[in-house]
C-alpha cells in the first residue's frame, strides 16, 4: 500500500522526534561515563568538556574503591535490596492472591482499606516514632522492611490474577492441591511476567532509596549507595593532587565514576526483565 506524502511527513517528523529525544536520554550516561574514564592531561587540553576520550584511564575507579566507602555501600545496597525485592515479591503475591478471591470475607473492605493508604500516609513522624518503638533504628532490618509492600504493585498483581482463567484453578483443586499448591504449581508458573515487573520496580526502589537511610540509620557503616553517594557528591574535592599531574584523578573524575558504579547493576539487570515489563503491566491492569 502506497503511503501518501502528508503520511510520510508524519513518519519522518515522527522518527526525528524519538531521534532527538533519545539522544537527550543517552547523552547525559554517555557523557557521565566519557568524565569518569578521561585522562586528567586530556580534561585540561579540552577545556573540561569531553565527549570521546582519545585514551581511557581506570585510575578512577582504582581510588574509588580503594580509597572511599563505596565498596561497603555497595554490598550494603545489593544486600537489602535483593532482601527486600525478594520479601516484597512474596508478601505481595501472597496478599494479590488472596485479593483475587471474590469469595474472601472482607475482600471489599481491605480493598477500600489498601486504596486509602495510596491517599493519605500516617506521616514522617508517626513512622520515626513506631521504627524506634519496635527497635530497628540503626538497623539492617529498618531499610529492608521500609516500603516492602507497594499497594501499587499489589493492586497490578491482582488484577494479574483476575485475569487467568478460573478452570485453571478448578481443575487443581479438583484433583487435589490446596490453595497454596495451586498458588506454587500453577499460578506462578505463569506469573513470570508480573513477577519480573513488580520484581524490577522493588529492586529500583529500594536501589534508589535514600530518605531512609538518612532518617533511620545513623551508622554510616551501614548505609547504601545513594547516602554515600550524595555526601560524595557534595565535597568540593574528592582527590588530592599526586606528583605526576597524568596520574591525577580529579573530584570531578571520581563523581562521575560513582554514579557509573551506582547505575550499573540496575543496566546489567534491566534487558533480561525487558521482554516480560511491558507485558506485565498491561495484563495486570485490564481489570482492577
Known sequence: ??????????????????????????????????VSLTPYVEVIRHGGFIIIPRHITFEAYRQLFENSEIPRAFLNSLFITGTSTLLGLVLTTMLA????????????????????????????????????????????TVLILSGTVSVFNTFVMKGFFENMPEG??????????TE???????????????????????AVGHWNSFFEAVLYVRDTAKHPLQ??????????????????????????ALKMAAVVVTIFPILIVYPFLQQHFTKGVLLGSIKG
Open 1 to 34: 500500500m502506497r503511503t501518501s506524502r502528508g503520511e510520510r511527513l508524519f513518519y519522518v517528523c515522527n522518527y526525528a522526534v524519538l531521534a532527538v529525544s533519545g539522544f537527550l536520554a543517552v547523552f547525559p550516561f554517555f557523557y557521565i561515563l566519557s
Open 227 to 252: 547516602p554515600v553517594l550524595q555526601k560524595m557528591l557534595m565535597v568540593p574535592d574528592a582527590s588530592e593532587i599526586m606528583g605526576n599531574i597524568e596520574d591525577y584523578v580529579p573530584s570531578e
Open 180 to 202: 497454596l499448591q495451586t498458588l506454587r504449581k500453577i499460578i506462578l508458573p505463569l506469573s513470570k511476567p508480573v513477577m519480573a515487573t513488580i520484581g524490577l520496580f522493588y
Open 168 to 177: 485453571l484453578e478448578e481443575a487443581a483443586l479438583i484433583d487435589g492441591a
Open 97 to 140: 492472591y488472596g485479593l483475587a478471591k471474590k469469595t474472601l470475607p472482607g475482600r471489599k473492605v481491605i480493598l477500600l482499606v489498601l486504596l486509602f493508604t495510596i491517599f493519605f500516609s500516617g506521616g514522617l513522624i508517626p513512622q520515626y516514632l513506631l521504627m524506634k518503638w519496635l527497635g530497628l533504628l540503626n538497623t539492617y
